[in-house]
């Protein structure tokens, strides 16, 4: 055969062979193949033989699962583990806190420490309010678990305060109850911290009263959502002529100029309830800030008219923090802060006519707490509100304003409900005492 009549032979048979060729179809029927299911296979196929059929594709895709796996660029630490732990039970009982889930990750963070998580390796730490997740090694996750267990599974939501703040000008209150007091803590700058009985946390209240220069800043019953933080504050405005200012274009312009700062006292405390609901854990942070005096110091003005010499003050203040963990703190027993010795904190500075003699030189701040369930409150109370009304100011000579804050406003306590499970409660204020946002 020719060359020319090979390739006429092979024109026909382009022709009559079809456009698809066989391989091409073949192919695009196994892609097309709807995926067979692993668990109907003929009797006669092995197990082995069918995974090796199955699709290997799902298996890859649940492990990129974005909840299962870290993300992208995540670089895995050896020996260490993820978990995942549901919260949504307890931001149910806070839901009307902004952040509920806050108070979670403070309470690890109070567990652990902090360089377990802020180390050399990488750690995860987060929370949503459905979900708490933790990256870090089993010993550590195991720690994270017993504290959201302590959110999550405690026998009562919601926990009754009774707070009082104390101005003692005298310390021998201790002489008849200090062999009772029981030593649980203390701060940098000498402060204390006792639990007490509560018959024996009354009879040094009463023999507080019969003493001139006692005082009773804060007294008041509020409620909190276990594991929450709440805020009490009370302060005194002190104004001063901290300075000079221009007050005309005119060379006798300058006057002297207005200060302000704030004598107070704040307490925040987070009680966290323990398993069996007898004692309670609470991160106390107690702050003291007092005014001594004002020092009078003369100064020179530019001034054109009058005299250029003028006065200012200086002054002379304090202040004291503490900041502890509290462990298990029993149910039934007060606990007492000393604040330490403070001169005349939230009280008038200045003496007799003018002059030093006579002003406050030393008051002692005592904070004096009792804590239980909420539903016992209620229940020994006949279910109503307790509230306890704070001295007259006036009448000790002080215009001293307190405030209670918590970490969020709540609602009030619903009274149809028995179970103490249920979106928090409003601290209950008595009429002297205003409340100030955060």
């Excluded at 405030?403 to 306590?413: D, N, S, Y």
């Amino acid at each position: 055969m020719d060359r020319r009549t090979a390739l006429k032979l092979t024109s026909l048979l382009g022709g009559l062979v079809p456009s698809k060729l066989l391989a091409q179809e073949g192919t695009k029927a196994a892609r097309s193949r709807p995926k067979e299911d692993v668990g109907f296979r003929p009797a006669g196929s092995t197990a082995k033989a069918a995974e090796s059929e199955a699709d290997p594709q799902p298996a890859r895709e649940s492990a990129m699962d974005p909840d299962a796996q870290p993300p992208a660029g995540f670089v895995n630490e050896p020996g260490f583990q993820w978990r995942r732990f549901p919260i949504g039970r307890y931001t149910q009982a806070a839901a009307d806190q902004k952040t509920p889930q806050k108070a979670i990750i403070d309470w690890v963070f109070r567990r652990t420490g902090t360089a377990d998580w802020h180390g050399d390796k990488t750690a995860v730490l987060t929370a949503s309010k459905t979900e708490l997740r933790a990256y870090n090694s089993p010993e550590v996750l195991d720690q994270v678990e017993s504290v959201v267990e302590r959110f999550t599974d405690s026998m009562e939501d919601v926990l009754s305060l009774h707070i009082q703040v104390v101005a003692a000008v005298d310390t021998r209150w201790r002489h008849t109850v200090y062999w009772r007091l029981k030593p649980v803590g203390g701060g940098p700058q000498g402060q204390q911290i006792w639990t007490l009985r509560l018959d024996d946390a009354a009879l040094v209240l009463a023999q507080m009263q019969n003493q001139q220069g006692f005082r009773r800043l804060v007294d008041q019953t509020v409620e909190v959502v276990n594991g929450q933080t709440l805020t009490v504050r009370t302060f005194e405005p002190r104004t001063y002529s901290g300075g000079i200012q221009r007050e005309s274009a005119a060379g006798t312009g300058y006057q002297p100029r207005a200060d302000k700062l704030e004598e107070s006292i704040i307490l925040r405390l987070s009680p966290l309830l323990s398993y069996e609901g007898d004692s309670v854990d609470a991160a106390a942070e107690l702050s003291v800030n007092s005014v001594q005096a004002f020092q009078r110091t003369k100064i020179i003005a530019p001034r054109e008219v009058g005299p250029s010499e003028m006065s200012i003050d200086v002054p002379i203040a304090y202040q004291t923090r503490l900041d502890q963990t509290i462990k298990g703190w029993p149910l039934g027993q007060t606990l007492l802060i000393s604040g330490g010795i403070h001169p005349g904190v939230i009280d008038k500075k200045g003496g007799w006519l003018g002059t030093p003699l006579g002003a406050p030189t030393s008051t002692e701040v005592l904070v004096f707490l009792d804590i239980e369930v909420a539903s016992r409150a209620r229940g020994r109370d006949g279910g109503a509100e307790i509230a306890r009304k704070p001295e007259d100011a006036s009448r000790e000579g002080t215009r001293s304003s307190a405030a209670i804050e918590e970490a969020e406003p709540e609602p009030e306590p619903e009274p149809s409900r028995t179970r103490a499970r249920k979106p928090g409660g409003r601290a209950v204020r008595g009429p002297d005492i205003d409340s100030e946002d955060p």
